[in-house]
């Protein structure tokens, strides 16, 4: 590893929502750079400007803003390399262009598509790697006027040497590429526009960054970025050094995708998963803390995170673990921060409007269902008994209530929670387990289930007793009426 400081940088392409990929890599570079003492730079590579929209660019700035990840050079910050949308650095990158032409480390290639195609068809066919075959590499003067003439438009292309390029990866040791299987690869667009290849590679060279973690699937690119420094005179020691974190495979062992895991971190949001139990679950996806637990703090992460301890092999995304490991962490939020995830949530689904005398009855509520709940997305089904302004009992509950039986343990209920002068989920236990447990000899479950129902319109609630504690004595009353009027 580099012995200078440390700078790494996340650079995606929001062509869409930021996935789960995108977020374990900038999850990554964050924890290697707060645990160094090092700098975390963000960059926006927004070229391809058919699928980069400022809408994306936007939602990838407020997405790391959600999960903590704070960035020291970047969109909104600033620093002393911007500007950080590539969008806006297009003449550092013809600058570069134009020298790697100048110094023949670069050509203009006037291959067609259609040319291009026909040469990787018989390639194919002769069971040849299919690459570009350098048809352009040598043009003589009268060739180029030829195609200038012919009105075609250039690409400009970076010439690979024969051999090999050596890297060592931090993760995977020692990778060699064989230059056959590298050909000659663009920089330039027609149109003038850059290349992934040289954008990043001149980016990450002017903005100093140290270290390059990023995902797996990157790995084959090495060899190109390394030529374009090479071509761009750094020093073989000036190279930052690759770190290619491996592949997050689904429950079925096949690459990500929405059916098994890969959805957009705003759909995690919408769920009601917690931006730390997102960070959590996705440091342990090619990571670990060196023990068993599962439970790690962004305070830990930062504190335990080294390069050395991520994994080679693909790791597995599992929701079920990401559902444990985010209801861990909603038992773990104070009543007030409980209440400030939970709010939105409520407002949204129409449950509240967020007045004083609500927003007070949602927190003395909230600790009846910390226990019980995985994803905050579940506070309204369990909450909106509290608030319905015109009561019912939801249409397949009405009939558990229908029977004689049930209707006697509603009408002893009634008589016993009228004379209850405390009304709190103590006393009122006390009175209904003394009346229909004791007295009446039923079983909880029979005696309580029409209850339920009778007070909170559901078969499912929370806790009978301290909903009804909530609810207050004069609602529960006129519910239990009402439902015996069914």
């Given at each position: 590893?580099?012995?200078?400081?440390?700078?790494?940088?996340?650079?995606?392409?929001?062509?869409?929502d930021?996935?789960?990929?995108?977020?374990?890599?900038a999850?990554?570079?964050?924890?290697?750079?707060?645990?160094?003492?090092?700098?975390?730079?963000?960059?926006?590579?927004?070229?391809?400007?058919?699928?980069?929209?400022?809408?994306?660019?936007?939602?990838?700035?407020?997405t790391?803003?959600?999960?903590?990840?704070?960035?020291?050079?970047?969109?909104?910050?600033?620093?002393?390399?911007?500007?950080?949308?590539?969008?806006?650095?297009?003449d550092?990158?013809?600058?570069w262009?134009?020298?790697?032409?100048?110094q023949?480390?670069?050509?203009?290639?006037?291959?067609?598509?259609?040319e291009?195609?026909?040469?990787?068809?018989?390639?194919?066919?002769?069971?040849?790697a299919?690459?570009?075959?350098g048809?352009?590499?040598?043009?003589t003067?009268?060739?180029?006027?030829?195609?200038?003439?012919?009105?075609?438009?250039?690409?400009?292309?970076?010439?690979?040497?024969?051999?090999?390029?050596?890297?060592?990866?931090?993760?995977?040791?020692?990778?060699?590429?064989?230059?056959?299987?590298?050909?000659?690869?663009?920089?330039?667009?027609?149109?003038?526009?850059?290349?992934?290849?040289?954008?990043?590679?001149?980016?990450?060279?002017?903005?100093?960054?140290?270290?390059?973690?990023?995902?797996?699937?990157?790995?084959?690119?090495?060899?190109?970025?390394?030529?374009?420094?090479?071509?761009?005179?750094v020093?073989?020691?000036?190279?930052?050094?690759?770190?290619?974190?491996?592949?997050?495979m689904?429950?079925?062992?096949?690459?990500?995708?929405?059916r098994?895991?890969?959805?957009?971190?705003?759909?995690?949001?919408?769920?009601g998963?917690?931006?730390?139990?997102?960070?959590?679950?996705?440091?342990?996806?090619?990571?670990?803390?060196?023990?068993?637990?599962e439970?790690?703090?962004?305070?830990e992460?930062?504190?335990?995170f080294?390069v050395?301890?991520?994994?080679?092999?693909?790791?597995?995304?599992?929701?079920?673990?990401?559902?444990?490991i985010?209801?861990?962490?909603?038992?773990?939020?104070?009543?007030?921060?409980?209440?400030?995830?939970?709010?939105?949530?409520?407002?949204?689904?129409?449950?509240i409007?967020?007045?004083?005398?609500?927003?007070?009855?949602?927190?003395?509520?909230?600790?009846?269902?910390?226990?019980?709940?995985?994803?905050?997305?579940e506070t309204?089904?369990?909450?909106?008994?509290?608030?319905?302004?015109?009561?019912?009992?939801?249409?397949?509950?009405?009939?558990?209530?229908?029977?004689?039986?049930?209707?006697?343990?509603?009408?002893r209920?009634?008589k016993?929670?009228?004379?209850?002068?405390?009304?709190?989920?103590?006393?009122?236990?006390a009175?209904?387990?003394?009346?229909?447990?004791?007295?009446?000899?039923?079983?909880?479950?029979?005696?309580?289930?029409?209850?339920r129902?009778?007070?909170?319109?559901?078969?499912?609630?929370?806790?009978?007793?301290?909903?009804?504690?909530?609810?207050?004595?004069?609602?529960?009353?006129?519910?239990?009426?009402?439902?015996?009027s069914?």
């Amino acid at each position: 590893m580099s012995s200078k400081k440390v700078k790494v940088r996340f650079a995606p392409s929001p062509t869409g929502d930021l996935h789960v990929g995108n977020i374990r890599t900038a999850l990554f570079d964050w924890a290697f750079a707060r645990h160094t003492g090092g700098t975390f730079l963000f960059r926006i590579e927004d070229t391809d400007t058919t699928r980069v929209t400022p809408e994306y660019i936007q939602a990838a700035i407020d997405t790391l803003k959600w999960l903590g990840l704070n960035w020291d050079e970047g969109p909104e910050v600033g620093g002393p390399n911007g500007p950080y949308l590539q969008s806006q650095r297009l003449d550092i990158y013809a600058t570069w262009a134009q020298k790697f032409l100048d110094q023949k480390d670069a050509y203009h290639c006037y291959c067609s598509p259609e040319e291009l195609e026909a040469v990787r068809e018989a390639q194919r066919a002769a069971n040849v790697a299919p690459g570009y075959n350098g048809h352009c590499r040598d043009l003589t003067a009268e060739q180029i006027a030829a195609y200038k003439a012919q009105g075609r438009e250039a690409v400009v292309r970076m010439r690979m040497p024969d051999g090999t390029t050596t890297f060592t990866d931090a993760i995977r040791g020692e990778v060699t590429f064989d230059h056959k299987f590298v050909p000659d690869f663009v920089l330039v667009r027609a149109d003038g526009s850059p290349l992934y290849t040289l954008a990043v590679a001149v980016d990450d060279i002017l903005m100093e960054v140290t270290h390059v973690l990023r995902g797996e699937d990157l790995l084959s690119s090495t060899p190109r970025q390394i030529r374009v420094y090479q071509a761009m005179g750094v020093k073989l020691e000036d190279y930052p050094t690759f770190a290619h974190l491996p592949f997050v495979m689904g429950q079925d062992n096949a690459k990500l995708s929405k059916r098994n895991g890969e959805v957009s971190i705003a759909w995690y949001r919408e769920q009601g998963y917690l931006p730390e139990a997102i960070c959590n679950y996705l440091a342990l996806l090619g990571w670990s803390p060196g023990d068993d637990r599962e439970n790690v703090t962004m305070q830990e992460l930062t504190e335990l995170f080294t390069v050395e301890k991520v994994h080679s092999s693909p790791a597995r995304f599992d929701m079920k673990k990401l559902e444990a490991i985010n209801g861990d962490k909603i038992r773990a939020l104070t009543i007030d921060e409980f209440l400030r995830w939970t709010l939105p949530f409520l407002t949204k689904a129409g449950i509240i409007t967020g007045t004083d005398a609500e927003v007070e009855l949602v927190k003395r509520a909230l600790p009846i269902i910390q226990e019980r709940i995985v994803k905050l997305d579940e506070t309204p089904a369990l909450l909106k008994f509290l608030f319905v302004k015109e009561f019912a009992v939801d249409a397949d509950a009405v009939a558990k209530i229908s029977d004689s039986a049930s209707k006697d343990v509603l009408k002893r209920s009634l008589k016993e929670l009228e004379s209850v002068s405390t009304w709190d989920h103590t006393s009122i236990e006390a009175v209904l387990r003394a009346a229909l447990i004791e007295d009446m000899g039923l079983k909880p479950r029979i005696a309580f289930t029409a209850l339920r129902i009778a007070t909170t319109g559901s078969t499912i609630s929370p806790p009978l007793f301290e909903s009804m504690e909530l609810l207050g004595q004069s609602t529960c009353i006129s519910r239990i009426t009402a439902a015996l009027s069914l």
